[in-house]
């Protein structure tokens, strides 16, 4: 197969990259400046100095966050509720999509219980009854309290059941042929030719886990069982001197509102970040391309 190399394609070419390219800088700019203000001196980010590259650079900001032993211990608390929170969470989402994605004649109830989930999207029980569930099965000042509210994402089990009921019949018809059950059905091969839905529903699920505060500020008596987002919201946006060892003034000098909030908000994006480009691959490749012969 022979490209055609005429003027007209090389130029649409370079014109199609030129734009991409201008997409792409657009996308990276909010980030290389929030890097660059938390980088520069506060009075040059409140002077309104700082575009895409430090002023007066420090690390003053950096400085605030990590040098607190109160930092280290939230951040240890976020990262044991994601792993276990999105563990737990893709679990039950495995195991809940595929019974519901049967139809009525392999499940006799299942349009009444998918209706059941989905109510629990329309209405809630609202704040108050939600806190005095948690207090009362004792679950207050606990990684449980931050991880079993949230559980079950109706949201992600609609998303992976529609993803089950595209996938091929022939496929589970052959493996009960076979002689497997629908445990192994679903895990030797639902599961397997699933990784984009799973993919997607789990970052969906680590960046809530992730960016979630409030739930932290309401279930958590002591600060020191805050996450990560919890205690940065406590000792950034609110400035909540408590945190501030008094050997730290000079360092707060050199600090300022907005250098503070680059920092917090710098430092919460940056493990998305890491973990976007490894998953990323999922979305774009075939589902079941290839499995089944027409």
Known sequence: MTHNKSWGR????????????????LCLMPIIHILSMSLSSGAAASAGKVILWPVEFTTAAYENVFGKPEYLRAFAVSIQRVLLGTTLSMLLTIMTAYP??????????????????????????????MYLTVKSLGLIDSIWALVLPGAVQV????????????????????SRIDG?????????????LSLPALATTGLFTIVGHWNSWFDGMLYMNHSDNYPLQTFLQTIIINMDFRFIKAENAELMLKLSDRTSRAAQIFVAAFPILIIYPFLQ????????????KE
């Open 281 to 292: 691959r999922f979305f774009i490749k075939g589902i079941v391309m290839g499995s089944v």
């Open 180 to 192: 497997a059950g629908h445990f192994k059905t679903l895990w030797k091969i639902y599961v397997p």
């Open 100 to 129: 519901l994605s049967k139809d009525t004649q392999h499940f006799r109830f299942r349009t009444g219980y998918a209706w059941i989930f989905v109510f629990t999207i329309l209405f809630n029980g609202g704040l108050i009854p």
């Open 155 to 174: 949201f992600n089990i609609i998303l992976l059941l529609n993803f089950y009921r595209n996938l091929p019949k022939e496929l589970e018809e052959s």
């Open 10 to 25: 090389r130029v649409f070419l370079f014109s199609n990259y030129c734009f991409l390219g201008f997409v792409s800088l």
